[in-house]
């Protein structure tokens, strides 16, 4: 079955660190790939989203992510986190094979002050 | 503005007692969906929309209703709530899948208690 496994449960950080999130999606075919972030007590919105041409997808608030398709992965990551960035994290991948949007589990970020 | 609007915000209830959740959009997006969000769970797809009159389950549809009679609105049905369904909900809404414009708009999420 089609699954998105985001690897990381659970990430604590101190300001100033580098972060990378982990995700693998298991579809063939032609995907769409996203970030989606959720500060505490608000909705998701979208943090950045890869359709097709660089691998290298730069979003908002300094987070880009990485297109490997050889390695079907889509990993997040930031030179420098700041306390703000402490949120959950998911990653979804719509497939064309498919027609469907899978949710990773999430990823709950803590970066302390 | 753009947005997804949701009602209401949090609802505690009683084992069997039938409710609506609204989901209403004004971007004219075609699709519409629910999902459920529980810890450890990430967002699981209930039912989806691909427009009006049009609407297929998804991953976790038992329990819950939906309708889409209008473009703009799509209510989530508990006919018979049970504390299992306790969970936090959300409606989006999106110009695909089907096009090029993926990106889903999220509503605030309705923290939905069944006692």
């Known amino acids: 079955a089609q699954s998105v496994s985001q690897h990381n449960h659970h990430v604590i950080l101190s300001e100033a660190a580098s972060l990378e999130l982990g995700c693998n999606y298991s579809?063939?075919?032609?995907?769409?790939l996203f970030w989606y972030v959720q500060y505490p007590g608000q909705h998701l919105q979208l943090l950045l989203k890869?359709?097709?041409?660089?691998?290298l997808v730069k979003g908002i608030k300094g987070f880009e992510a990485e297109f490997i398709k050889s390695k079907f992965s889509f990993n997040l990551r930031k030179p420098s986190v700041q306390w703000s960035d402490t949120a959950e994290y998911f990653c979804?991948?719509?497939?064309?094979?498919?027609?469907?949007?899978?949710f990773g589990q999430g990823t709950t970020l803590q970066v302390k002050p | 503005e753009a947005q997804v609007t949701q009602n209401p915000r949090y609802l505690i209830t009683v084992t069997g007692k039938k409710l609506t959740v609204t989901c209403s959009q004004n971007?004219?997006?075609?699709?519409m969906s629910w999902y459920r969000q529980d810890p450890g769970l990430g967002l699981r797809q209930i039912y989806y929309?691909?427009?009006?009159?049009?609407?297929d389950k998804g991953d976790v549809p038992e329990g819950y209703k939906v309708s889409r009679k209008e473009k703009r609105n799509f209510p989530l049905i508990l006919e018979s709530p049970s504390p299992n369904q306790t969970s936090l909900y959300f409606c989006?809404?999106?110009?695909?899948?089907?096009?090029?414009?993926?990106?889903?708009?999220f509503g605030p999420g309705t923290r939905l208690t069944v006692t």
């Open positions: 989006a809404s999106s110009l695909g899948p089907g096009t090029g414009a993926y990106e889903q708009y």
């Open positions: 579809y063939g075919g032609t995907v769409n």
């Open positions: 890869y359709f097709s041409g660089d691998p």
């Open positions: 979804a991948v719509y497939s064309s094979n498919t027609g469907k949007l899978i």
């Open positions: 971007m004219n997006h075609e699709y």
């Open positions: 929309s691909m427009n009006v009159e049009v609407t």
